[in-house]
């Protein structure tokens, strides 16, 4: 007995010691981010083909869900590629720690030294975003010449006082690639009636002149209002412009969210725009109204028209950033609804056979967060997709440019909401939306260009 008694003493201790050792290691595993760790002097790379990438948010391979316990970077790489699906990975030498993504910007692990690397794109593709940092709001046209597209995109956080510049100018020759051309208002340059909240522009050629539509904050009514600016070179989408003087539209509670839209049919130009009353606890409401043919002001006796408003609850009193097209037998308004600062915030569709209405919803969003992967907590990339502007490509094909927050970043800023495409497909039941409904994370072959 007394010989049992001991075996069980010494098997007891042995069993205490490894218990504390593990106990020591999850505490290691678990020293937060912001610990100082040694990591090796030498600059991060990727094998090649693979090229350095920025991170995006916390999350498990998207592969496999796994982590793979892998010595060195290399074979981490040649992982990957075996791997058929795989379009980047990140790998944690203190760790020795390999996870693979489907995704092309791969999503962060839990790990301070963590390298991030991703294959190169096919010919012909392109990955979300296509414009990175803060771009909401996006206003883009496919320039009449053929020569490319131009967008036009919110400064939520400029200020006049400040002597900041206001809605960025960005070409792109296929959709896909994007630089900065500019501003509508330099430093400067700004209205003499705006001092802040420099929102939602659009772009637009109007009686043979590059016309911008703006929403901003006027400085002795403190309200939302609609302003116009025109390019002083006609013919040149990059200024510069020169506004009215004046606002175009305002209102007691305020509007916002500006879009023009010229009917081919009867050679008419109407603008819409949305009014503020979700502010006042109430349902907001899309109107429209002729313009005369330059644009900068309403036709005499024309009269605004309720065309949308907000009668759904996950609308949370919200309609606005309408955007029409011609598809086939009808007219489509693309709005969003849901609150732009939050996650469920969404792109959604209504039609109509007649451009001023009635317009009926469709059941199902055009665009909105992976609500399956988000109230699992699993990473989504992107969320509160919205205000999005449709274009068509060299082929006809018909694009959803819009902004959404990557996943965990909504409000924040840096990156703020950045710049997304999609392709808009037509379904059966005659409504349209991007593929699955949800914003693309992996590699997808872009637009038809000329």
């Known amino acids: 007995m007394a010989c049992r008694g001991a075996a069980r003493g010494k098997y007891l201790a042995c069993a205490f010691l490894l218990y504390f050792l593990f106990s020591l290691y999850d505490l290691w595993s678990l020293v937060p981010d912001s610990v100082s ?58 760790h020795s720690s390999c996870c693979l993504n489907l995704e092309y910007f791969p999503t962060s692990g839990p790990w301070a ?59 792109s020759p296929d959709l896909v690639n994007w630089e900065r051309r500019g501003w509508v208002f330099p430093r400067g340059s700004w209205p003499s009636w705006a001092y802040v909240d420099m929102w939602a522009p659009e772009i637009h050629l109007v009686n043979g002149i590059f016309t911008v539509y703006f929403t901003a904050r006027k400085k002795n009514t403190k309200k939302l209002s609609v302003g116009v600016a025109s390019s002083l070179e006609p013919l040149n989408p990059f200024g510069p412009y020169e506004d009215l003087g004046h606002p175009l539209i305002e ?82 308004m693309f709005y969003s609804s849901g609150g732009f600062s939050q996650p469920i ?14 317009y009926d919803k469709s059941p199902d969003p055009v665009v909105a967060v992976d609500m399956a992967k988000y109230k699992r907590r699993v990473n989504c990339t992107w969320e509160g997709p919205g205000h999005g502007s449709a274009v068509q490509d060299a082929a006809g094909t018909w694009w959803m440019v819009y902004h959404a927050w990557t996943y965990g970043g909504v409000g924040i800023n840096p990156p703020g909401r950045e710049m997304l495409l999609d392709r808009l497909v037509m379904g059966e039941d005659g409504w349209p939306s991007v593929a699955g409904r949800v914003p693309s994370h992996t590699p997808r072959v872009g637009p038809v260009n000329k």
């Open 345 to 358: 915030y969404h792109l959604a569709c209504a039609r109509s056979a007649s451009l001023t209405g009635p």
């Open 37 to 94: 760790v040694t990591t090796p002097n030498t600059p991060p790379s990727c094998p090649p083909p693979y090229t350095l990438a920025v991170g995006d948010v916390s999350g498990p391979g998207s592969v496999d869900t796994k982590t793979h316990w892998i010595r060195n970077i290399t074979s981490c790489s040649s992982l990957c590629t075996s791997t058929f699906s795989c379009r980047s990975f990140e790998f944690s030498h203190l």
């Open 251 to 332: 209102h007691e509670i305020g509007v916002l969210d500006a879009h023009y839209y010229y009917d081919d049919r009867s050679r008419t130009p109407y603008l819409l725009w949305k009014t503020d009353e979700n502010l006042i606890a109430k349902p907001s409401a899309i109107y429209i109204r002729e313009l005369e043919q330059s644009g900068k002001s309403f036709k005499v006796n024309s009269m605004p028209k309720k065309i949308l408003q907000s009668d759904k609850p996950e609308e949370m009193n919200v309609v606005e950033g309408p955007w029409i097209i011609r598809w086939n037998k009808y007219f489509y």
């Open 113 to 171: 030294d963590a390298v991030f690397c991703q294959a190169p794109l096919a010919p012909g593709e392109y990955v979300n975003p296509v414009l990175r940092n803060n771009h909401p709001d996006p206003g883009v046209l496919a320039l009449p010449s053929g020569g490319g597209y131009v967008a036009v995109t919110t400064s939520n956080y400029a200020l006049r006082i400040k002597g900041h510049s206001a809605f960025p100018i960005s070409f």
